[in-house]
């Protein structure tokens, strides 16, 4: 399994934009699907994007959708989630997750169970 570190969260007014990293260790980073999930304060966590082993096809919740940006540079072990006119409702801990399956193996795109997860990092977005 790989291991997952977060890193990029912080403050931003709304509008703002905020580029979260997603650093991975281990040789096998191109074989897993990757993906970001926020959780907001009394609130389950929820899927937010998800991209494929070659970075070739992506999945955005509508929430979304537009303003947020998943890639990933497997020679850096690395994905990224850009984040563009951020509002309030995005404020959250965000976790990146790993998964040996392919994209679309689940229904909808997000899975009941992943192979690993970072320890998150938080976003706030001020009004």
């Known amino acids: 399994q790989v291991q997952l570190v977060e890193s990029g969260g912080g403050l931003v007014q709304a509008g703002g934009s905020l580029r979260l990293s997603c650093a991975a260790s281990g040789r096998t980073f191109s074989s897993y699907t990757l993906g970001w999930f926020r959780q907001a304060p009394g609130k389950e966590r929820e899927f937010v994007a998800t991209?494929?082993?070659?970075?070739?096809?992506?999945y955005y919740a509508g929430s979304v959708e537009g303003r947020f940006t998943i890639s990933r540079d497997n020679a850096k072990n690395t994905a990224y989630l850009q984040m563009n006119s951020l509002k309030p409702e995005d404020t959250a801990v965000y976790y990146c997750?790993?998964?040996?399956?392919?994209?679309?193996?689940?229904?909808?795109?997000?899975?009941?169970?992943?192979?690993?997860w970072g320890q998150g990092t938080q976003v706030t977005v001020s009004s």
């Open positions: 991209i494929s082993r070659r970075g070739t096809s992506t």
């Open positions: 997750n790993a998964d040996r399956r392919p994209l679309g193996s689940c229904p909808g795109y997000v899975c009941s169970q992943y192979d690993s």
